[in-house]
Nanobody
Framework: QVQLVESGGGLVQTGGSLRLSCAAS????????TAWFRQAPGKERDFVAA????????YYANSVKGRFTISRDNAKNTVYLQMNSLKPEDTAVYYC??????????????????WGQGTQVTVSS
């Protein structure tokens, strides 16, 4: 089993920045593809960004492209999401997810086996 713990959420003003961290423990996750999803109140959970296990490929939702950057440090079993130029519509609970094997997509929830508990990001206007 892999346990994922997110941290780094908080309250920030429009235009500000936050960096989220997702730390993996338990069974090694150095070969897990990892993603961030987010869920705003009353809405479905949406894909935000993903990174392959090697870090060689990254993918982003159109709504965050150019503002968010996903990265990983496999030596620390940690994936990061750097969020810049934050907007009120970025307000959501952010979840980290990791897979045990690639299922043909990086963008769908069903592709991931392990999930963190989420961290709240609130952007004030």
């Amino acid at each position: 089993q892999v346990q994922l713990v997110e941290s780094g959420g908080g309250l920030v003003q429009t235009g500000g920045s936050l960096r989220l961290s997702c730390a993996a423990s338990g069974r090694t996750c150095s070969t897990c593809n990892t993603a961030w999803f987010r869920q705003a109140p009353g809405k479905e959970r949406d894909f935000v960004a993903a990174i392959t296990w090697s870090g060689g490929n990254t993918y982003y939702a159109n709504s965050v492209k150019g503002r968010f950057t996903i990265s990983r440090d496999n030596a620390k079993n940690t994936v990061y999401l750097q969020m810049n130029s934050l907007k009120p519509e970025d307000t959501a609970v952010y979840y980290c997810a990791a897979d045990s094997s690639y299922r043909g997509t990086y963008f769908r929830e069903y592709a991931y086996d392990y999930w963190g508990q989420g961290t709240q990001v609130t952007v004030s206007s």
